[in-house]
């Protein structure tokens, strides 16, 4: 059996299913901490420091003894976050709010070794179809917005509600592929697509 190379600070689904795409072997243990946003915090810097503290409370209980990815999701909009609905009405107050309007989604990306805390955050500009009620209705029926930053998932139905995306598909999704291959790579992390031994030019 392969030895993990690193621990996923995660319980997402959809961050583990990416994080395979990779070949990585790992092992996943999500973070318990506060996600409350501080005041006059701004999006980008409240993503990065959630990452960072995800990676270093997972890190920290391993003792250090394997490295740690974590990352964390915001969509955004008029420079609010948007987390994931409380309610119903939370959930269709999301919907229309980001109808037939462009958002940002932030993942911050973090890897935590014995060596460095290195961070990243990715931005995607997501426009949105306009929605009706009924529309709207219809996706709070299911099951898919829930659990979910800013109430859809873009991998799922809610990709139906999306005209035009600038940027990483999977950064929406919650695990910026490229970003994360360049990170785990550039740190010794072994992923599918490395070159095996004695298979150099």
Not at 100 to 112: A, D
Not at 141 to 150: H, I, L, S, V, Y
């Amino acid at each position: 059996m392969t030895q993990p190379a690193l621990i996923l600070a995660s319980a997402s689904p959809r961050r583990r299913e990416l994080l395979s795409q990779l070949g990585v072997a790992y092992t996943c243990q999500p973070a318990d901490i506060d996600e409350s946003v501080i005041a006059g915090e701004t999006p980008r810097d409240y993503v990065a420091r959630m990452a960072r503290e995800k990676a270093a409370v997972v890190f920290s209980a391993n003792e250090g003894k394997q490295p740690v990815l974590a990352a964390d999701t915001s969509v955004v909009v008029d420079k609010d976050i948007l987390g994931k609905p409380r309610d119903h009405f939370d959930g269709l107050a999301m919907l229309a709010r980001l109808s037939g309007r462009t958002h940002t989604v932030m993942t911050s990306i973090c890897l935590q070794t014995n060596a460095a805390v290195i961070c990243e955050v990715i931005s995607t500009e997501v426009t949105f179809t306009g929605l009706d009620r009924a529309t709207c209705e219809a996706y709070l029926a299911t099951d898919e917005p829930w659990d979910k930053a800013g109430g859809y998932g873009i991998q799922g139905l809610g990709g139906a509600f999306v005209s035009v995306i600038e940027g990483s598909y999977s950064n929406v999704v919650g695990l910026p592929l490229c970003e994360t291959w360049r990170l785990l790579a550039n740190h010794g992390i072994p992923t599918s697509l490395d070159q095996a031994p004695g298979e150099g030019r």
